[in-house]
Nanobody, 126 residues
Framework: QVQLVESGGGLVQAGGSLRLSCAAS????????MGWFRQAPGKEREFVAG????????DYTDSVKGRFTISRDNAKNTVYLQMNSLKPEDTAVYSC???????????????????WGQGTQVTVSS
């Protein structure tokens, strides 16, 4: 079992930036693919970005490509999501997740992840 704790959320104006962090309490962090998901009010949770165990593969949902960057530091057991040019439609609770099956690739489906953080609120004002 991996415990994940997100931080870095908050209120920002449109066009601004935030950096989310997700710290994992496991010595085997480098064995997990990591992902960021978000859930806006009244909507289903959706995939935002994912990264493979080595960091060599990343993928993003189309709406954030060119604005968001996912990265990881295996020495610090932490995954990051740098969010630039934020839009009001980015407002959501952002959660990180760890997946141990096929971690050499980017995992896009929620069912592929077996450990989840509690989430951090991101609010973008217009």
């Amino acid at each position: 079992q991996v415990q994940l704790v997100e931080s870095g959320g908050g209120l920002v104006q449109a066009g601004g930036s935030l950096r989310l962090s997700c710290a994992a309490s496991t010595g085997t962090f480098s064995s997990y693919a990591m992902g960021w998901f978000r859930q806006a009010p009244g909507k289903e949770r959706e995939f935002v970005a994912g990264i493979s165990v080595s960091g060599g593969y990343t993928d993003y949902t189309d709406s954030v490509k060119g604005r968001f960057t996912i990265s990881r530091d295996n020495a610090k057991n932490t995954v990051y999501l740098q969010m630039n040019s934020l839009k009001p439609e980015d407002t959501a609770v952002y959660s990180c997740a760890a997946g141990g099956a096929n971690p050499w690739f980017v995992l896009r489906r929620q069912q592929q992840y077996d450990n989840w953080g509690q989430g951090t609120q991101v609010t973008v004002s217009s």
